[in-house]
């Protein structure tokens, strides 16, 4: 696979290994080859991600469950399938399956060895990480909450957006802009919770859009509190975390007002600007195309496999805030964590 495959040719060989090999079949049918799991010859890089997937037949009724010894793996909640990113040093790692019932009638576990190589970097690999800009505020995209459980239209309510502040001052970003790659010209600008609405949770920061040293602020959507079953989704989100919104009607601009039509796949951008010129590009996720100060133009570079594919109820998270947005600087996080990390 090339470095320059497009954006949809990307989702489809994903999709082809995570959903493919795995078939349904009535409770009691034998069947006829025994179970496996796909890829057979298990050889990645550090930090590389792949679609896995059960050879066989299963009964329709199957409880599938995966796991990983250093990886991460994450099950999509729609098929049998499973995404698996590659533990970020070398040497072996072991997926296992549990199958319950099994053709045989029985829970049968499945076990598929991966050599992990430290030495070699993956088609789509990255340049090292480097530290951020020193003269930038000390405000990055510390995780991404695209893909929610359920369908596109739980992701209208439910997506969020978290930043973090890794520097030793309060750095305040109200007025500043979030954009993705919807439609051109319509990015958001960051404005407090308070400002707009009612709070929601007292014992979350809604009045004030100044993140203090070491603090995470959550941007939700203006509809997250509105949501009605079974669209509502509420977030255990620590107290204390700062509550941001959006000054339009709805975070992203895509498609239903969402931040991105695919599953996880918008890249984003933090700026200093207007609506229209970007002044000072603060962070980013996805490795995004920057070709000029109009926001309009960003667009993915296409030149890696990233942002990943999230599986439904997955969100991403950056490993080093003080690292540049690279690959390798995001792990996934099943369920999300919005207003808690690894700092």
């Known amino acids: 696979m090339t470095r320059f495959l497009s954006r949809s040719l990307r989702i489809i060989v994903i999709l082809g290994l995570a959903f493919a090999g795995a078939a349904c079949q009535p409770a009691g049918t034998v069947s006829p080859v025994p179970l496996s799991i796909l890829p057979k010859d298990c050889k990645l890089a550090v930090s590389q991600q792949i679609g896995v997937s059960i050879n066989g037949v299963i009964t329709s009724q199957a409880q599938v469950m995966w796991s990983a010894q250093r990886g991460l793996i994450v099950k999509n909640p729609e098929d049998f399938g499973a995404l698996y990113t590659a533990p970020p040093d070398g040497g072996m790692d072991q ?7 099994s053709h045989s009638g029985g829970t049968e576990t499945l076990v598929l060895n991966c050599e992990i190589t430290g030495d070699e970097q993956p088609p789509t690999a990255d340049p090292p990480i480097q530290p951020s800009d020193p003269n930038l505020p000390t405000i990055v995209i510390s995780e991404v909450m695209s893909h929610v459980c359920g369908g596109d239209e739980y992701r209208v309510w439910n997506q969020y957006v978290e930043l973090y502040n890794y520097g030793s001052h309060p750095v305040d970003v109200g007025g500043w802009f979030l954009a993705d790659e919807g439609q051109p010209g319509s990015p958001d600008q960051l404005v407090s919770w308070g400002s707009r609405f009612n709070p929601f949770d007292p014992a979350l920061v809604n009045n004030t859009t100044l993140i203090p040293p070491g603090g995470f602020a959550i941007i939700l959507t203006p509809q997250y509190p509105q949501a009605p079953n079974p669209y509502r989704m509420p977030y255990a989100i620590l107290p204390g975390t700062i509550i941001l919104t959006v000054s339009d009607d709805s ?8 931040l991105g039509n695919e599953p996880g796949y918008d890249t984003l951008t933090l700026y200093l600007g207007s609506p229209t010129v970007i002044h000072t590009v603060v962070d980013t996720y996805g490795t995004p195309s920057i070709p000029s100060p109009y ?3 960003i667009d993915d570079d296409r030149l890696d496999a990233f942002p990943y594919y999230l599986s439904a109820c997955t969100s991403i998270e950056r490993i080093d805030p003080r690292a540049r947005d690279a690959q390798t600087n995001w792990r996934l996080v099943p369920g999300g964590s919005p207003g808690d990390g690894l700092y």
């Open 95 to 101: 997926i296992t399956v549990s199958v319950a019932p």
């Open 251 to 258: 975070l992203g601009d895509d498609y239903m007002r969402i």
């Open 295 to 297: 926001p309009s133009e």
